[in-house]
């Protein structure tokens, strides 16, 4: 029995964790591939744009606050980039602001891990192997001592010769205080009722921002964000589905396993014990054995989530098992696991303790 | 008996108050592969206080349903039951479990034991109040079981188990034992320490109806009764 609900518990948990680790791959890969919108300085020029990775020219960070009051984005993030001289070469110095989100929520970023970054740079991989630099060196850059926090792995793309730091430190060593090159604005909330996402966007931000320009980097981003509506619509579904199919599997099994049992309750029954006796008794077992299953359960999928989450739903995974398990799902694992098997046991005991013991006794 | 002119039917005897049990024409049937066969027909019995009565017969004559029946375990087609003067199927299931738990001590036939208790433990869930355990190792030992109280049923043989279930049968000190076979599987030692607890019973006050296929006279019956197909016979 509590090893049913073990299993149970576990492929509910495996399915919730996953589902969750790949909605946050999801938002990662939407990021990798060009996002939503950029808000780019009026005087950019596009081809200059695509060909350096990043915009000359300037917005002032003010325009920030004014977009993200208009909350037509899950996530905006604030950067600097400029190309500048680093030894014998150049590197595109890039400063990352922490990220907003709409509505005061608090969301995992997509870009995090650099707004903290005052005296320590992070390297693309390119950057960091022309240098030979590794984790932990110190480096000298625009006249300034940092120390190398982490090495990113190669992605084929413009950023492996970046070089990143918060926005504030970047935008001292660069003397551009208050000063941004662009702003992703990621995750647009138009709602899947609106047919052009970037129309009606532009029709909201463009009057409020002046000296800007708006761009869209292709239509891959739009089949992204309705392939992740389908896959959330498909999950609100399976999820409850899931979960009642194990909730039908325990409580089946306890009601068989209460079946099973009619002989020792005819037992109690001969020996003079009451109905309610009976059913608190067989109840009480199979709860117990429900809260152990479901606590180890709660354990089980989470070794599932750590074993096969990382080559399911790829990178980040294995960071977000490592978290650990939950307080609430060790609770949540062995209260709903302890309640069903309970409920599953008590009808059978309760119709067994009511009927004459000899009968049951013969196990009809 | 049928065949023996020595015996004659009883399908009830006259009710005397002080009866422990009292039955009356008590018909049961079952439906066996589609036909019912009545396997208690028009049957009466009486245990008095203090006494011990042996109910003989050959296997498949009735007398385990008959003692179900007794003992409100099994609820007769028609007929009437009186455990110490109350009709155990005119009460609610609990009250009948009450009945059971104060008065009758069951010694069923087949070994129905919980596992996963040791000896002791499954001789105190017969036992209401505190200290069952207790008073359970104590009656072990004199049914011959000194030092199996921590064993599991499992792990104990045939005739240790079979009176595992005589001392369940009598830890509460019952005022009706309804045993049957309460000495099958065991040697002639063992059988004679579980008639002697019998025997005390009966000193103590209990009526005692014993179902055993051993001569009556081995548990020193006052009286004798034999069942064939259904039917029940005094032996004079």
């Known amino acids: ?364 | 008996m049928a065949t023996a002119g020595s015996d004659r039917e009883n399908s009830g005897s006259p009710s005397r108050e002080s009866a422990l049990l009292d039955c009356h024409d008590l018909v049961r049937s079952f439906s066996i592969g589609g036909v019912d066969v009545r396997v208690v027909d028009g049957v009466g019995l009486s245990v008095e206080p203090g006494e011990l009565v042996v109910l003989g017969g050959p296997s498949g004559s009735g007398k385990t349903t008959l003692m179900m029946m007794a003992g409100g375990m099994l609820r007769p087609d028609s007929g009437s039951v009186r455990v110490c003067g109350e009709d155990p199927y005119a009460i609610s299931a609990d009250r009948r479990a009450a009945l059971r738990a104060s008065v009758i001590g069951l010694i069923l036939p087949t070994f129905e034991l919980l596992p996963y208790l040791d000896a002791a433990d499954n001789v105190a869930i017969g036992y209401r109040g505190r200290g069952g355990r207790g008073v359970a190792t104590e009656l072990l030992e004199q049914i011959g079981l000194a030092g199996r109280a921590g064993q599991l049923p499992g792990r104990m043989s045939a005739g240790e188990r079979r009176r595992l279930l005589v001392a369940r049968g009598l830890v509460h000190r019952p005022s009706l034992v309804l045993a049957d076979e309460p000495t099958a599987n065991l040697d002639r030692e063992s059988a004679e320490q579980v008639i002697r607890r019998l025997r005390a019973a009966c000193q103590g006050g209990a009526g005692v109806l014993v179902i055993t296929h051993e001569p009556p006279q081995l548990f020193g019956a006052d009286r004798v009764y034999r069942m064939e197909a259904g039917r029940l016979w005094i032996s004079e």
């Open chain 1, 1 to 364: 029995m509590a090893g049913v609900v073990a299993v149970a518990v576990a492929t509910v948990l495996l399915f919730l964790r996953i589902a969750d680790l790949a909605a946050d791959r999801t938002r990662i890969i939407q990021r990798d591939i060009g996002l939503n919108l950029r808000i780019l300085p009026a005087e950019a020029d596009l081809e200059a744009y695509w060909m350096k990775g990043y915009a000359d020219g300037v917005i002032e960070e003010g325009l920030l606050q004014t977009v993200h009051e208009q909350d037509v984005a899950n996530r905006l993030v604030p950067m600097l980039q400029r190309t500048v001289p680093w030894g014998e070469g150049e590197a595109i110095l890039t400063g990352i602001g922490q990220e907003l989100f709409a509505r005061g929520e608090v969301l995992k970023p997509v870009f995090g891990g650099f707004e903290d970054q005052d005296d320590e740079l992070t390297l693309g991989a390119i950057a960091a192997e022309k240098r030979g630099l590794v984790e932990g060196d110190r480096v000298s850059l625009l006249g300034h001592e940092f120390g190398i926090k982490r090495v990113l792995s190669r992605t084929g793309s413009v950023d492996d010769i970046r070089v990143y730091g918060s926005l504030v430190a970047v935008q001292r060593l660069l003397g551009m205080p208050g000063q941004l090159n662009e702003i992703r604005a990621l995750e647009c909330e138009c709602g899947e009722e609106v047919e052009d996402p970037e129309a009606w966007v532009r029709s909201v931000l463009e009057p409020l921002l002046p000296g800007t320009q708006i761009i869209r980097q292709d239509r891959l981003a739009d089949a992204r964000r309705r392939q992740r509506i389908l896959a959330e619509r498909v999950a609100t579904v399976a999820a409850p589905a899931l979960v009642l199919l194990a909730a039908l599997a325990v409580s089946g099994l306890a009601f068989i396993n209460g079946r099973q049992r009619r002989a020792e309750i005819g037992l109690f029954v001969a020996v003079g014990m009451s109905a309610a006796r009976i059913g608190a008794i067989i109840t009480w077992r199979a709860a117990v054995l429900g809260v152990v299953g479901g606590i180890g359960g709660v354990w089980i999928g989470w070794g599932l989530v750590v074993m096969i989450g990382e080559r399911l739903v790829g990178s980040g995974a294995g960071m977000a098992a490592g978290a650990g398990v939950h307080g609430s799902e060790i609770l949540l694992g062995g209260l709903v696991g302890g309640v069903i098997a309970a409920c599953g046991a008590w009808v059978p005991a309760i119709i067994a303790a009511r009927t004459d013991p000899s009968t049951t006794l013969r196990g009809e």
